[in-house]
């Protein structure tokens, strides 16, 4: 199959219409999206990135009214972080509707919903005219792509369009919230931080981090976010060991970056989670077999960058 890129979301939305499945770019990273009605597009998703089928996608909407139509119910906790934070890269899950076809989510009887902030996105999905699922627009296990370039190089000739974007903005994938019990429970850390969630309400909480339930959050337990170069993260940077087949990125300067084969030294955290992905692309396409991250407080956006680079460091 020929891969189109294109600019345009409407010409991308046609894809679609007709069943292909569309990488399109959000504020966190590019998604690959499908009809949420449309199983035999679902399955494209799976094939195209290689995803084991009970890891959920998530459903993509440009109106809070399409929760209707996949949801059974929106939750009082839900409603009010929805409130607070839709648009915005976010991901409330909710009890699943029936026409959801279970292949969308994996066979949970939930469903991930976020309403992304990015414009383009938007369009695309106003354009689209129903809610799509997607997942990232990665083959699986690779890390998430942050520009239209990373998913053309995993991704070329097996999806039928790519809606070419700007590289993404926040460069993590988005928080996940389990609004399904009586408080919120951060699945996933990301760009919504759990300070935020907890000025919303007070009581939510993160899911246990090394060993996630199975059943709440199955994507959790495949390997993510990966290069194929280790991945070792460093509280100080005067103990990386520089070497021309070593790479470095972090906040602080090591003592000699010069040696290294590539480095990047971070403004803050947000730049840091901003480029990390895309850094782990271009050390693998380099040759680089070991990668140094320096460690960041856990704090605010720091928190979803210290999983992030948990997985990835992760044997
Ligand atoms: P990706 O967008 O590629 O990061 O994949 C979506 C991820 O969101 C999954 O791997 C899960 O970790 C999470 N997710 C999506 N839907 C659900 C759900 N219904 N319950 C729990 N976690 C979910
Ligand atoms: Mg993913």
């Known amino acids: ?11 991308a939305a046609r894809f ?65 972080l929805l409130r607070r934070f839709f648009p915005g890269p976010l991901t409330l899950v909710l009890p699943k509707g029936e026409r959801v076809p279970s292949s969308a989510t994996g066979g949970l009887k939930t469903i991930g919903v976020r ?3 990015h414009a383009l996105a938007l369009q695309f999905l106003r354009a689209c005219g129903m809610p799509i699922v997607a997942p990232s627009a990665n083959l699986s296990g690779r890390p998430s792509p942050t520009t239209w370039q990373a998913v053309r190089s995993d991704l070329d000739g097996r999806i039928g369009c790519i809606l070419k974007g700007e590289q993404t903005q926040v460069g993590l994938e988005s928080t996940v919230v389990d609004c399904t019990g009586r408080i919120p429970i951060v699945l996933r850390a990301g760009a ?49 060991i520089a070497s021309a087949d070593a790479a470095y990125i972090g906040l602080e300067s090591p003592m000699y970056t010069n040696v290294f084969k590539k480095h990047l030294i971070c403004k803050n955290v947000e730049e840091y989670a901003r480029l990390l992905f895309q850094f782990f692309r271009e050390c693998d396409e380099e040759g680089v077999n070991t990668i ?3 460690a960041v407080s856990e704090e605010g956006l720091g928190l979803a960058l210290m999983d992030r680079l948990e997985r990835a460091s992760d044997e």
């Open 115 to 117: 309403m992304p902030r």
């Open 292 to 294: 140094y991250c320096q």
């Open 1 to 11: 199959m020929k891969t189109k890129v294109t600019q345009s979301p409407t010409i």
């Open 16 to 80: 679609i219409q007709h069943g292909e499945i569309v990488a399109f770019p959000t504020e966190t990273v590019y998604g690959l999206g499908a009809n949420i009605f449309n199983e035999g597009a679902i399955r494209k998703i799976f094939l195209a990135k290689g995803r084991p089928t009970d890891n959920p996608l998530i459903a993509h909407i440009s109106e809070i009214s399409q929760l209707e139509y996949i949801t059974n119910g929106v939750p009082h906790i839900a409603q009010r």
């Open 192 to 240: 919504v931080t759990l300070e935020q969630l907890r000025e919303v309400i007070s009581e939510t909480r993160l899911a246990e981090r090394k060993y996630p339930i199975t059943p709440q959050s199955p994507g959790q337990k495949y390997r993510h976010y990966s290069p194929k170069a280790k991945v070792v993260i460093c509280s100080y940077p005067q103990y990386t």
